[in-house]
């Protein structure tokens, strides 16, 4: 009964969590609503243990845990997805940002480099003529 208690409480932090994030703009409210039903259903499986079989049943699948475990991979491979996007989506962003970084200060070298060719040719030479 201590488990259920500790399970339920921390779910319900982990929700909280996502409402905060929401209001603070970090997450979609697609991911708002996948990630309640995430938390809330996990709340239910563990007060209510009959439903997973009920769940499991309507999916085809044998045992309540069984189906637990599958929908649970299911979501971890589809957070994994979403995570690998993000990260690809950081890497092109970072690679325009240093390349352009890069051009400005090649433009800044090049400037640099012309003004003072422009200043040696400016003035006057002593020399052996």
């Not at 409210?29 to 239910?44: D, F, H, N, P, T």
């Not at 044998?62 to 690998?84: H, K, P, W």
């Not at 940002?97 to 090649?106: G, I, Q, S, T, Y």
Request: net charge positive; proline share 2%.
């Amino acid at each position: 009964m201590i488990i259920k208690a500790l399970l339920v409480l921390f779910f319900m932090f982990a929700l909280s969590r996502v409402v905060l994030r929401f209001r603070d703009g970090h997450i979609t409210a697609r991911e708002l609503v996948m990630l309640c039903a995430l938390w809330i259903g996990a709340s239910a499986a563990v007060l209510w243990p009959a439903l997973s079989g009920h769940v499991a049943t309507w999916l085809g699948v044998n045992r309540g845990s069984d189906a637990v475990m599958y929908l649970t991979v299911a979501a971890l491979c589809y957070f994994i997805f979403r995570l690998y996007i993000r990260i690809r989506d950081v890497e092109q962003q970072l690679t325009a940002l240093v390349r352009n970084l890069a051009l400005r200060e090649a433009e800044r070298a090049g400037d640099s480099k012309q003004k003072s060719v422009l200043a040696e040719s400016s003035e006057p030479r002593s020399g052996g003529r």
